[in-house]
């Protein structure tokens, strides 16, 4: 009897604020407007997507479905489509500009990214109402043929970079994401823009730090892609926790380069945890990132559980069979129906469900206790070497004070460079 997958139901938004995040109550400070799916959103489907294995396959949203029998998530990324209206462009662009100048915490800095803001989640309604809608969810999870929800660690929702012209570093050093997926969603036009290039290593995870070392970074041309926005609101979907990717330093350009990067997790639970925490448990503000990667874990663990509390004796829909899951939960079609289970099976599947939430905490408890390593790295491009540690420092226009409870720069468990990058190795396989 095999066991159908447990899709989780996306959480609900914390119920309260961190300290020192708060939506400003000054109106000129905060969201000019609240979001409206029809004004802001302009989805469109990409032309084609590229798998794990690099295959180009064209876009077809009537053949993108999730198959409950055999869950895998096959994209790598899309081609660029259109998710922002210029509208929505303009008004995430002025919420980037006020939230910079009225909550300077949101701003951190390390030696892969110059500058990023991240926590918009939090202080922008707009930002968190934008990452959660379902017609942008319902459509990355076509995209993915993965069913996909806003990541439950809000720090990831909306996380701006910025790339400044002329910098000589680049704008994201080569890394893997810490997260499932992200959308980045292009904020300025990059058409005048020389550099600023976010560029793909087309090989296999494995073999793909091994390439950067044996050629020092100097990546040849034919094993990249490089990504062409036709313009601001444009963005790619992309399971940037298997592919390794960059961006370029920014040359000339007639402005920085802003992007609006959304973090994605699967809802199925039976993929790997592809979320990596140890980076975010440096690199954001320390009392934030522990709460937040416990939700996470206890949203994944509550999954199993609600299955068994649902009753999970893998009958099939029939006359006893209690309606599983509550709101919002799916039941796939199909899923455990045929024939009744011999009295053993239902009990392994009991077991496989108990184990299963067991194995989440423990592995969230081992990660926040520091007994369990999850973190991979990123290449510095400067010294030429795969990193396993971001050293932080202050940003442009970061003054290092007010920074949320974080201690001093230079020491590694106080970054002031929250990032959502590196490899994970904190596999849960089934
Ligand atoms: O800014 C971009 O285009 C992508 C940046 C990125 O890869 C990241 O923030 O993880
Ligand atoms: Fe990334």
Same mark, same amino acid.
């Given at each position: 009897?095999?066991?159908?997958?447990?899709?989780?139901?996306?959480?609900?938004?914390?119920?309260?604020?961190?300290?020192?995040?708060?939506?400003?109550?000054?109106?000129?400070?905060?969201?000019?407007?609240? !979001?409206?799916?029809?004004?802001?959103?302009?989805?469109?489907? #990409?032309?084609?997507?590229?798998?794990?294995?690099?295959?180009?396959? #064209?876009?077809?949203?009537?053949?993108?479905?999730?198959?409950?029998?055999?869950? $895998?998530?096959?994209?790598?990324?899309?081609?660029?489509?259109?998710?922002?209206? /210029?509208?929505?462009?303009?008004?995430?662009?002025?919420? %980037?500009?006020?939230?910079?100048?009225?909550?300077?915490?949101?701003?951190?800095?390390?030696?892969?990214?110059?500058?990023?803001?991240?926590?918009? *989640?939090?202080?922008?309604?707009?930002?968190?109402?934008?990452?959660?809608? +379902?017609?942008?969810?319902?459509?990355?999870?076509?995209?993915?043929?993965?069913?996909?929800?806003?990541?439950? %660690? &809000?720090?990831?929702?909306?996380?701006?970079?910025?790339?400044?012209?002329?910098?000589?570093?680049?704008?994201?050093?080569?890394? !893997?994401?810490?997260?499932?997926?992200?959308?980045?969603?292009?904020?300025?036009?990059?058409?005048?823009?020389?550099?600023?290039?976010?560029?793909?290593? %087309?090989?296999?995870? =494995?073999?793909?730090?091994?390439?950067?070392?044996?050629?020092?970074?100097? &990546?040849?041309? =034919?094993?990249?892609?490089?990504?062409?926005? #036709?313009?601001?609101?444009?963005?790619? !979907? %992309?399971?940037?926790?298997?592919?390794?990717?960059? &961006?370029?330093?920014?040359?000339?350009?007639?402005?920085?380069? +802003?992007?609006?990067?959304?973090?994605?997790?699967?809802?199925?639970? +039976?993929?790997?945890?592809?979320?990596?925490?140890?980076? !975010?448990?440096?690199?954001?503000?320390?009392?934030?990132?522990?709460?937040?990667?416990?939700?996470?874990?206890?949203?994944?663990?509550?999954?199993?559980?609600? /299955?068994?509390?649902?009753?999970?004796?893998?009958?099939?829909?029939?006359?006893?069979?209690?309606?599983?899951?509550?709101?919002?939960?799916?039941?796939?079609?199909?899923?455990?129906?045929?024939?009744?289970?011999?009295?053993?099976?239902?009990?392994?599947?009991?077991?496989? $469900?108990?184990?299963?939430?067991?194995?989440?905490?423990?592995?969230?408890? =081992?990660?926040?206790?520091?007994?369990?390593?999850?973190?991979?790295?990123?290449? /510095?491009?400067?010294?030429?070497?795969?990193?396993?540690?971001?050293?932080?420092?202050?940003?442009?226009? +970061?003054?290092?004070?007010?920074?949320? *409870?974080?201690?001093?720069?230079?020491?590694?468990?106080?970054?002031?460079?929250?990032?959502?990058?590196?490899?994970?190795?904190?596999?849960?396989?089934?």
């Amino acid at each position: 009897m095999s066991s159908p997958p447990v899709i989780a139901s996306p959480p609900p938004f914390p119920s309260s604020l961190p300290d020192g995040f708060s939506i400003p109550s000054d109106p000129s400070a905060g969201d000019p407007c609240h !979001f409206d799916a029809s004004k802001h959103l302009a989805l469109s489907n #990409p032309e084609y997507i590229v798998t794990l294995d690099f295959q180009k396959v #064209p876009f077809s949203p009537t053949h993108a479905s999730f198959d409950p029998a055999n869950p $895998h998530p096959r994209l790598a990324f899309t081609a660029p489509f259109r998710v922002l209206s /210029d509208e929505g462009v303009a008004v995430a662009r002025q919420i %980037m500009d006020r939230q910079a100048k009225a909550c300077p915490q949101i701003m951190q800095s390390d030696d892969r990214t110059p500058l990023c803001l991240r926590g918009l *989640g939090y202080t922008s309604p707009f930002i968190r109402h934008l990452n959660e809608h +379902t017609s942008l969810t319902s459509h990355l999870s076509r995209l993915a043929s993965d069913p996909v929800c806003a990541h439950p %660690m &809000v720090l990831n929702y909306g996380q701006i970079n910025v790339g400044a012209v002329g910098a000589d570093k680049p704008v994201d050093a080569w890394h !893997f994401d810490s997260v499932d997926y992200v959308l980045v969603v292009m904020l300025s036009d990059t058409r005048e823009m020389q550099g600023g290039e976010l560029q793909v290593l %087309m090989k296999g995870k =494995e073999s793909a730090i091994g390439t950067l070392e044996d050629t020092g970074g100097m &990546v040849k041309e =034919e094993d990249l892609l490089t990504v062409k926005y #036709p313009g601001p609101g444009w963005a790619i !979907f %992309m399971q940037g926790s298997s592919m390794l990717h960059h &961006v370029t330093p920014v040359l000339t350009s007639p402005h920085p380069r +802003t992007s609006l990067i959304n973090s994605y997790t699967s809802r199925c639970l +039976t993929f790997r945890d592809r979320t990596s925490a140890k980076v !975010f448990l440096d690199g954001d503000p320390s009392h934030v990132a522990p709460g937040e990667y416990a939700r996470y874990k206890a949203w994944r663990a509550r999954a199993w559980l609600e /299955d068994v509390v649902g009753g999970v004796w893998g009958v099939g829909e029939g006359d006893f069979a209690p309606k599983r899951g509550g709101e919002g939960r799916e039941r796939q079609p199909g899923a455990g129906a045929g024939a009744r289970a011999s009295s053993d099976e239902a009990k392994q599947l009991a077991l496989q $469900h108990m184990r299963r939430a067991i194995a989440e905490l423990e592995h969230g408890v =081992e990660v926040l206790e520091g007994t369990r390593e999850d973190v991979v790295g990123y290449w /510095d491009e400067v010294a030429g070497v795969w990193k396993r540690e971001i050293r932080v420092g202050v940003g442009e226009g +970061t003054a290092g004070e007010g920074r949320l *409870g974080r201690d001093v720069v230079g020491s590694r468990a106080v970054a002031l460079g929250g990032r959502k990058s590196e490899r994970a190795s904190n596999e849960l396989d089934v």
